[in-house]
């Protein structure tokens, strides 16, 4: 088991969401919590609602796909706490559409925030994680870093990516005191569909359209994600799936590892 009381986690997207319900179980927990997000109020509340006695928390206006942000970042949290002995890299963005559909420069913006966030700050990080006498890496792929969709390209390729680099990662830091944890949630109920960017392409009734159909499936509640990510944590799991949605599909894909959107995509047409 790894103890969270006394320690201090860095959580990135923690304003709202998975990230705020993360933060949410690590203060309960005792942990020290550097928290970041580009929603400045968002965050302050989020701050302001989290504070538990004994546990210290700071909060960071930080954009994950800043190169030179991200590369100052460490610092800012060493300025305010002992060190680091966690990591969640949360923060993340999404983009529906076919391939077609989604312009190049939307492709690469996802992919600056969803990929290249989580390496940036992995890399800054790794030097304070170093330091601890036992420390997580945690990563948040998704559901469909598990399985790919018809209209998901950008955003399963990035949280593919993610996967990847976490499990490579991990195997080279076996011999550490880091571990690394990929995390992959299912419908979670978010903003993310709502703040999700589509194709100009479409009509305001089809944008309508697809909103709503992608919310119908976030239905799990954050702080039940976020409980279910940290205990996962806690336990040193390599790979937390969460939700019965994510648990079946990853049978599935296990089943059918070529074929399974042909049973899986059966009830998914808008």
């Known amino acids: 088991m790894l103890k969270l009381k006394d320690r201090t986690a860095v959580v990135t997207g923690a304003a709202s969401g998975i990230g705020r319900a993360i933060a949410a179980s690590l203060a309960r927990r005792g942990c020290h919590l550097a928290l970041a997000d580009i929603d400045d109020a968002a965050l302050a509340r989020t701050a302001s609602e989290l504070a538990e006695p004994g546990v210290r928390i700071s ?29 969640v890299n949360n923060a993340g963005v999404a983009l529906g559409g076919t391939f077609p559909e989604v312009a190049e420069r939307d492709f690469d913006w996802l992919f600056a925030i969803n990929f290249f966030g989580v390496v940036r700050m992995t890399r800054a990080f790794l030097p304070l994680l170093y330091k601890s006498e036992e420390a997580r890496l945690v990563n948040i792929s998704s ?42 949630p299912g419908g979670v109920a978010t903003s993310i569909a709502k703040n999700a960017r589509l194709p100009n392409s479409l009509s305001a009734d089809e944008v309508t359209k697809r ?48 074929t399974y959107w042909n049973w899986l995509g059966r009830g998914s047409k808008q």
């Open 59 to 87: 909060r960071y206006h930080l954009d994950v796909s800043d190169r030179d942000a991200v590369a100052a970042f460490p610092a800012r949290v060493i300025a305010e706490h002992d060190g680091v002995d966690v990591l």
């Open 143 to 184: 559901l469909f870093g598990l399985i790919a969709p018809p209209g998901q390209t950008a955003y399963a390729a990035s949280k593919f990516a993610v996967r990847g680099f976490s499990e490579s990662l991990r195997h080279e830091l076996a011999r550490t005191r880091i571990g690394v944890t990929a995390v992959h």
């Open 211 to 258: 909103r709503k159909f992608f919310n119908s499936f976030l239905i799990m509640p954050p702080e039940v994600a976020g409980e279910t990510i940290v205990r996962g944590v806690e336990r040193c799991k390599v790979r937390i799936v969460v939700g019965t949605d994510a648990k079946m599909a990853a049978f599935v894909e296990r089943l059918m590892p070529v």
